[in-house]
């Protein structure tokens, strides 16, 4: 997640160089040709080119209007994540007796490295050795780690009702939390693992180009620096909107814009810890020269 404060120019511009090279020198090229006014004869009505405008803008509306949907419904998902880790935790102290405690340790514990491995399963990276211990520790042998880690909190309080530790109407609120997990889990995978069509992105690149080649042949020739300007700039914002759409549509992928997932199960953590009574330090804030966060 981007910091208000601080935003790399340069990093989101090498995001885009190839793109910017290649417009830079056609708009160049264009420049010169004006000025010797070798193509004047070659004219191609504005009309015309404003229509392949208009329809790289609604393209673009469409994209980058889905792509922050993707990008704003996974920030509520892990909203709700949030939420519903505090709930389960708060609803096992009030529901289980003070004989209890180490139960509910448990469950928090469990709860703290479900955040931690749902957010590196996302991103696709090697779990932490924090994770891979517990993993290891509790001989976890599915794929889906965060979704096994769910089934012992639902083992775990199947025991507590079976011993008679909790009723069985608050059980049912206690599974009904663990299902908005569950719920919020799935949730993750399917933006994950949803693909934006690849088909739609070369639509709207080609139509750029397309843009670009043609808007030289519509602008006078009498004003080659104007020409030229005009060709780089317009493409250039109109790749700079496509590129910012490409880049929230992905929100798990390790990026400036992602969910800031690590920083979150972090919070998580500290508010369980602290709802067990247990001292601890907030994390560390960013580093100064830092633009985002995970």
Same mark, same amino acid.
């Given at each position: 997640?981007?910091?208000?404060?601080?935003?790399?120019?340069?990093?989101?511009?090498?995001?885009?160089? +190839?793109?910017?090279?290649?417009? $830079?020198? @056609? %708009?160049?090229? /264009?420049?010169?040709?004006?000025?010797? *006014?070798?193509?004047?004869?070659?004219?191609?009505?504005?009309?015309?080119?404003?229509?392949?405008?208009?329809?790289?803008?609604?393209?673009?509306?469409?994209?980058?209007?889905?792509?922050?949907?993707?990008?704003?419904?996974?920030?509520?998902?892990?909203?709700?994540?949030?939420?519903?880790?505090?709930?389960?935790?708060?609803?096992?102290?009030?529901?289980?007796?003070?004989?209890?405690?180490?139960?509910?340790?448990?469950?928090?514990?469990?709860?703290?490295?479900?955040?931690?491995?749902? +957010?590196?399963?996302?991103?696709? $990276?090697? @779990? %932490?050795?924090? /994770?891979?211990?517990?993993?290891?520790? *509790?001989?976890?042998?599915?794929?889906?780690?965060?979704?096994?880690?769910?089934?012992?909190?639902?083992?775990?309080?199947?025991?507590?009702?079976?011993?008679?530790?909790?009723?069985?109407?608050?059980?049912?609120?206690?599974?009904?939390?663990?299902?908005?997990?569950?719920?919020?889990?799935?949730?993750?995978?399917?933006?994950?693992?949803?693909?934006?069509?690849?088909?739609?992105?070369?639509?709207?690149?080609?139509?750029?180009?397309?843009?670009?080649?043609?808007?030289?042949?519509?602008?006078?020739?009498?004003?080659?620096?104007?020409?030229?300007?005009?060709?780089?700039?317009?493409?250039?914002?109109?790749?700079?909107?496509?590129?910012?759409?490409?880049?929230?549509?992905?929100?798990?992928?390790?990026?400036?814009?992602?969910?800031?997932?690590?920083?979150?199960?972090?919070?998580?953590?500290?508010?369980?810890?602290?709802?067990?009574?247990?001292?601890?330090?907030?994390?560390?804030?960013?580093?100064?020269?830092?633009?985002?966060?995970?």
């Amino acid at each position: 997640m981007l910091l208000k404060s601080k935003i790399s120019i340069w990093d989101f511009v090498k995001t885009i160089k +190839s793109d910017l090279i290649a417009i $830079t020198v @056609f %708009s160049i090229a /264009v420049g010169l040709i004006a000025k010797g *006014h070798y193509l004047e004869s070659l004219v191609i009505p504005l009309g015309l080119i404003a229509i392949v405008g208009t329809a790289i803008s609604l393209l673009l509306a469409f994209r980058t209007g889905q792509s922050y949907d993707r990008w704003w419904e996974a920030r509520i998902i892990w909203g709700a994540i949030v939420n519903d880790s505090r709930t389960l935790l708060r609803q096992l102290k009030e529901f289980l007796p003070e004989t209890c405690l180490a139960d509910i340790r448990r469950f928090a514990e469990r709860q703290i490295i479900w955040n931690y491995a749902l +957010s590196e399963s996302l991103r696709g $990276t090697a @779990f %932490s050795d924090r /994770v891979t211990a517990y993993i290891h520790e *509790h001989q976890i042998q599915d794929y889906n780690v965060p979704n096994a880690l769910l089934g012992l909190h639902g083992t775990h309080l199947r025991e507590l009702a079976e011993g008679g530790k909790i009723s069985e109407f608050r059980q049912v609120q206690i599974d009904s939390t663990l299902s908005r997990l569950c719920d919020s889990m799935g949730k993750c995978e399917r933006i994950k693992n949803t693909v934006f069509p690849v088909s739609y992105g070369t639509l709207i690149h080609f139509l750029i180009y397309l843009f670009t080649l043609l808007l030289p042949f519509g602008l006078d020739d009498d004003y080659a620096l104007i020409k030229a300007v005009l060709t780089a700039g317009i493409p250039t914002i109109f790749i700079i909107i496509e590129r910012t759409a490409i880049l929230m549509q992905d929100p798990f992928e390790n990026g400036p814009l992602d969910t800031p997932m690590t920083s979150i199960s972090q919070n998580i953590e500290v508010a369980l810890r602290q709802q067990l009574g247990e001292r601890v330090e907030r994390p560390a804030p960013p580093a100064p020269d830092a633009y985002y966060i995970l």
